[in-house]
Each structure stands twice: as structure tokens, then as C-alpha cells.
């Protein structure tokens, strides 16, 4: 069964690095997704791509986030200059289309020090 | 504004029994989409089952079935039978209808806790 890859699934990284999260959505799918969970709270949306550009983004997402599908099957997250409160599970997510489930990557666990 | 509440933080059931876990939600728009996910202690987040608004019967997924009350914006989830491998956090979420991509409002979850 196709499924969304994230690498890596634990990223360690002090404060005011860049982080690259990578993920690989499933092939015919054409809308991805980014969202992000801290610690013990809900699940936020952060971003989504379709038609090789941002769609559409929320408040979160500020100017150190960018996302990138440099090929034809990679799917980018990078953070500029990582913050404690970056620390969070980052998820991937895609759909076939707009209105088909989203089915989502296992999730990169960052850790800001 | 489009919002999903679970209002149940834990919830414990015996094996073997069912549970019902609770997802109230708000939108003015007649079309919506709503979701279960389940995410286990090791953090991924696996869908589980998905209602439509315009579906005319509740859905079903194996052992997962959704109780979905159109008129009291309710889409509770009903586990069957369960397992210990059910221990896990689950959200209901919602497609934002007014996002054009289709981006996923989230509840705050609930933590079931099977006990043998």
C-alpha cells in the first residue's frame, strides 16, 4: 500500500540552525501538506503546495519556514534559524485531490536545544 | 468560524467492549468533510474512517463505525470490540470549507486507555 515517507524521524538541532524536513508524498497525489503538533496539543495546519507553489498558509508560517519540491518526488520543510518553540512533531501530508483523504507521513520529531 | 470539539480529555473501556468517542463540530457550510485519525504513543498519524456530509448512511470501517447526527453536529466514533492495540490518541478533524486546498481543522484529541 503507497504510503508518505519522512525522514528523519528524529531531528536534534540547536537553536538557530537550519533543519531541512523531507518528506515523499504518495506518487498521484497532487496536494501535500505540512502541519505541526507541540507536545501534547492538537494538530496545527502550517502550509500546503499544490501545482508546485504554495497554496495556501497559516499564521505560523512565517518568513524562517519555506517549503520546496525540488523534484519530482521530494517535498520540503526547511526552518531558517531554528527557536525553542519550533520543538514539535512535523507532519507530511497528501491527497489525491482536494477533497480525498489526507493521509499522512510517521511524523519528524524536532528538537530544539 | 469552523471548529471540531472533543470534549472527553481519557477515556478507559475493557477489552472486548465498545467505546464511544465523542467529536462535535461547527460549520455553516452544507458541504463538509469529517475524519478520524488515530496517532499511537509511537506519534504517526493513520487515518481511520471518513464521513461526508451528503452520505446517507453512517460509515463503517471494519471495527470503526461513526455515528454522525447531522442535525446535532456530532460525528461520534464507535470502536467495536476492543483491542489492546486500540490504546492511542485519536482526533476528528474536519476539511476547512473555506480553505482552497482543503486543509484540516483538528480536534484536541482523546487518549483511550484499554485495559485487559
Known amino acids: ?113 | 468560524a469552523q471548529k471540531i470539539t472533543q470534549t472527553q480529555p481519557g477515556m478507559f473501556v475493557q477489552e472486548k467492549e465498545a467505546v464511544t468517542l465523542d467529536c462535535t463540530y461547527d460549520t455553516s457550510d452544507p458541504s463538509y468533510g469529517l475524519f478520524w485519525y488515530k496517532q499511537p504513543s509511537s506519534g504517526e498519524m493513520i487515518f481511520l474512517i471518513y464521513q461526508g456530509s451528503y452520505d446517507q448512511q453512517n460509515a463503517t470501517e471494519g471495527r470503526y463505525s461513526l455515528n454522525f447526527q447531522k442535525a446535532r453536529k456530532s460525528a461520534n466514533l464507535v470502536i467495536s470490540a476492543s483491542q489492546l492495540g486500540d490504546s492511542a490518541m485519536y482526533f476528528c478533524a474536519m476539511r476547512d470549507q473555506t480553505s482552497n486546498t482543503g486543509k484540516l481543522i483538528f480536534g484536541q484529541g482523546t487518549t483511550l486507555q484499554v485495559k485487559p
Not at chain 1, 9 to 37: A, D, K
Not at chain 1, 39 to 60: A, H, P, R
Open chain 1, 1 to 113: 500500500e503507497p504510503e508518505v515517507t519522512q525522514t528523519p524521524s528524529h531531528q536534534v538541532t540547536q537553536m538557530g540552525q537550519e533543519v531541512i524536513l523531507r518528506c515523499v508524498p504518495i506518487s498521484n497525489h497532487l496536494y501535500f501538506y505540512w502541519y505541526r503538533q507541540i507536545l501534547g496539543q492538537k494538530v496545527e495546519f502550517l502550509v500546503s503546495f499544490y501545482n508546485n507553489e504554495i497554496s495556501e498558509k497559516s499564521e505560523i508560517f512565517d518568513d524562517q519556514f519555506s517549503v520546496e519540491r525540488p523534484d519530482g518526488s521530494n517535498f520540503t520543510l526547511k526552518i531558517r534559524s531554528t527557536k525553542l518553540e519550533d520543538s514539535a512533531m512535523y507532519f507530511c501530508a497528501s491527497s489525491e485531490v482536494r477533497e480525498n483523504i489526507q493521509y499522512f507521513g510517521a511524523g519528524t520529531r524536532l528538537s530544539v536545544l
